[in-house]
C-alpha cells in the first residue's frame, strides 16, 4: 500500500520506537516540529532530509520513495485521462492544458515533460515552438531513455523545419542515431532471452511500420519532387499492401485501422483525379469501408502475425465511429461527384450511414 511521507516518518519512528521528542533533539529541531510533520501539517526542510534518512539508516531517495509512488501513480492516472479524450476524438490542443497541469504538478517528471511538449508539438509547431523546444533540449541533455531523448530530438528538429530553420532543424537531426545503429537492432544483436527478443522484434517491426507509412504520405504529398508521379502513386499502394500482408483480415488497432481507411481513400482519390479504371477506384473504395466497419469492433488482444507476435491491441475506444464519420464526411468531397450516381457509390454512402444509426 502506498504512504505519504508524513506516514512514512511515523512508521520508521516506531520501527526504532523512538520518541517525537528524541527525533527533534537529533534534528535540533522542536518535538511539535515533527508533529507536525507526522500529521501532514508542514513538511521537514530540505536541508533536514539527509539527516532524517541518516538517522533511520536509509536514503533520501528510500525516504521520498513514497512521494515517487505517489507521483507514478498521479502520472498514470493523467495519461489513461488523456489517452480516452484522445481516442474519443478530443483534439491535441484539449490535451495541452492537462499536461501543464500535470507539469505544473511533477516539473521533473520525464514522462509529463515528454507528453507535455508532444501535446505542443502536435498542436501547432509554430506558435509553441519555444516550448518545444525548452522542453525536448530539457530532455535531450536529461539522463533520460533514449526513447525520450529520440522523441525530443524529432520534435525539436520538426520544429525547427516548421519555422523554415534548416540549419538547426538539420543539426539537432545529426544528434540522432542512423537506422542501422537504433537501439532496438543493438538490442537483437546482444540479447539472449527469446521472450525479450520477441518484444524487441515486434515494438521494432510495429514502429517501423507505423513510421512507414507516415514517411511514404510526406513523400506522395511532397509538391516539389522530381521523379514520376506513378512512382510515387505506387508507393501508396505498396505500403497497403504491406499493411495487409502483417495484419491479414485488417487484425489491427482502431489508429492503424484509421491509417489504413485514410491510405485507401487518398489513393482512391488519386486515381480518380488522374481518370483512372473505375473498379480500381471502387476497391479502394470499399477498403476504407471495410477499414471504418472493423474499426467499430476492435477488442482488445494481442497479434499473431510472426511480424508481431504478442503486440498487444487496445479496444476500440467508447465513440468508436470516429472513423466512419471521417470517411462518409469525405465521400461528399467534389474529387468524388463523377461516382456519385454509381450504385456501389450510393451502396457505400448507404452503408456507411447505417453503421451510424
Not at 524529432?154 to 545503429?181: C, F, G, V
Not at 504520405?217 to 499492401?241: F, M, S, Y
Request: glycine share 2%.
Amino acid at each position: 500500500m502506498e504512504i505519504n511521507l508524513s506516514e512514512k516518518l511515523k512508521s520508521l519512528r516506531k520501527s526504532k520506537n523512538v520518541s517525537q521528542e528524541k527525533l527533534a533533539q537529533y534534528l535540533n529541531v522542536s518535538f511539535q516540529a515533527v508533529s507536525k510533520w507526522e500529521n501532514g501539517g508542514t513538511y521537514p526542510d530540505i536541508s533536514l532530509l539527509p539527516e532524517i534518512a541518516r538517522y533511520f539508516g536509509i536514503t533520501v531517495d528510500e525516504l521520498l520513495q513514497a512521494e515517487k509512488l505517489d507521483e507514478e501513480k498521479l502520472y498514470r492516472e493523467y495519461e489513461e485521462k488523456t489517452a480516452e479524450m484522445y481516442r474519443n476524438g478530443h483534439s491535441f490542443s484539449d490535451l495541452i492544458s492537462i499536461w501543464e497541469e500535470a507539469y505544473h504538478k511533477m516539473p521533473n517528471h520525464i514522462h509529463v515533460k515528454e507528453m507535455l511538449m508532444s501535446a505542443y508539438f502536435d498542436t501547432d509547431k509554430v506558435k509553441y515552438q519555444n516550448e518545444i523546444i525548452e522542453l525536448g533540449t530539457e530532455l535531450y541533455n536529461s539522463n533520460a531513455p533514449a526513447y525520450y531523448k529520440g522523441q525530443a530530438i524529432m520534435e525539436i528538429a520538426r520544429t525547427y523545419a516548421e519555422n523554415n530553420n534548416m540549419e538547426m532543424a538539420k543539426r539537432w537531426a545529426d544528434k540522432s542515431y542512423q537506422l542501422m545503429h537504433s537501439t532496438e537492432m543493438i538490442y537483437m544483436q546482444i540479447l539472449s532471452d527469446g521472450k525479450e527478443l520477441l518484444e524487441q522484434f515486434s515494438f521494432a517491426n510495429y514502429w517501423y511500420f507505423n513510421n512507414l507509412f507516415y514517411m511514404s504520405a510526406r513523400l506522395c504529398n511532397c509538391r516539389n519532387l522530381p521523379g514520376d508521379t506513378a512512382c510515387l502513386q505506387a508507393v501508396e499502394k505498396v505500403i497497403t499492401q504491406l499493411y495487409e500482408i502483417v495484419y491479414p483480415d485488417d487484425d489491427m488497432s482502431f489508429e492503424s485501422l484509421r491509417l489504413m481507411c485514410i491510405q485507401h481513400r487518398c489513393i482512391a482519390e488519386d486515381e480518380t483525379t488522374l481518370g483512372r479504371d473505375e473498379n480500381v477506384i471502387r476497391h479502394h473504395l470499399t477498403r476504407a469501408f471495410e477499414c471504418a466497419r472493423k474499426s467499430c469492433h476492435v477488442t482488445e488482444h494481442d497479434l499473431t502475425h510472426p511480424l508481431l507476435m504478442n503486440w498487444h491491441i487496445d479496444a476500440a475506444p467508447a465513440e468508436n465511429k470516429q472513423i466512419v464519420q471521417q470517411l462518409q464526411s469525405e465521400l461528399t468531397w467534389e474529387c468524388f461527384d463523377s461516382w456519385r450516381n454509381k450504385d456501389w457509390f450510393a451502396a457505400l454512402e448507404g452503408e456507411l450511414k447505417e453503421l451510424l444509426l
